[in-house]
T-cell receptor, first 113, second 115 residues
Framework: KNQVEQSPQSLIILEGKNCTLQ??????????LRWYKQDTGRGPVSLTI?????NTKSNGRYTATLDADTKQSSLHITASQLSDSASYIC????????????FGSGTRLSIRP | DTAVSQTPKYLVTQMGNDKSIKCEQN?????MYWYKQDSKKFLKIMFS???????INETVPNRFSPKSPDKAHLNLHINSLELGDSAVYFC??????????????FGDGTRLSIL
């Protein structure tokens, strides 16, 4: 079982709608939890970075939240656009060892016009 | 101006060959990384260098050898390529160590296919 689990595996929504992607992790404590956006055929692009003590971080229409008690993070996308179609990856860097950077398998988001 | 550039973008070669992938970053970052993304889209860290020194060396076959001639370059040489090496390899860089809260900047990947 991966230490970073993402859900749903894939999601289709209409343009303009909001959505929330989930990330459950077992890694604790950690240095940071990151959300990346990966377009098809491209490298991941950093969206947000949160430390263990933060509970929310925004980047435009993207807002990440963190609940350290339940070991869950969410990425909320507001007023979705066609260009939001991509994979969204949750990444946790353990406090004790950066070599154990753990990636979730991602959520594949498709925005329909 | 591409921040992290990898070459080649595509690499198709025969099993048993030796090949290299090059990576350069023009961001002035101190740390560079190599990642492997398999067919299931999981990304796994392979190596990381900070100021030309190896700081992360995950469980990777010793057929894979990274080389960092300077802070702006981190190349990956692979000997005796095997079918299981087929994947997308990503180079990345960050200002500081991976445990810092600096973003990592990724290249667009090298798609390696072993025939």
């Amino acid at each position: 079982k991966n230490q970073v689990e993402q859900s749903p595996q894939s999601l289709i929504i209409l343009e303009g709608k909001n959505c929330t992607l989930q990330c459950n992790y077992t890694v604790s404590p950690f240095s940071n939890l990151r959300w990346y956006k990966q377009d098809t055929g491209r490298g991941p692009v950093s969206l947000t970075i949160m430390t263990f003590s933060e509970n929310t971080k925004s980047n435009g229409r993207y807002t990440a939240t963190l609940d350290a008690d339940t070991k869950q993070s969410s990425l909320h996308i507001t007023a979705s656009q066609l260009s939001d179609s991509a994979s969204y990856i949750c990444v946790v860097t353990p406090y004790s060892s950066a070599s154990k950077i753990i990636f979730g398998s991602g959520t594949r988001l498709s925005i329909r016009p | 101006d591409t921040a992290v550039s990898q070459t080649p973008k595509y690499l198709v070669t025969q099993m048993g060959n030796d090949k290299s992938i090059k990576c350069e970053q023009n961001l002035g970052h101190d740390t560079m990384y190599w990642y492997k993304q398999d067919s299931k889209k999981f990304l796994k860290i392979m190596f990381s260098y900070n100021n030309k020194e190896l700081i992360i060396n995950e469980t990777v076959p010793n057929r894979f050898s990274p080389k960092s001639p300077d802070k702006a370059h981190l190349n990956l040489h692979i000997n005796s390529l095997e079918l299981g090496d087929s994947a997308v390899y990503f180079c990345a860089s960050s200002q500081d160590l991976p445990t810092s809260n600096q973003p990592q900047h990724f290249g667009d990947g090298t798609r390696l296919s072993i025939l």
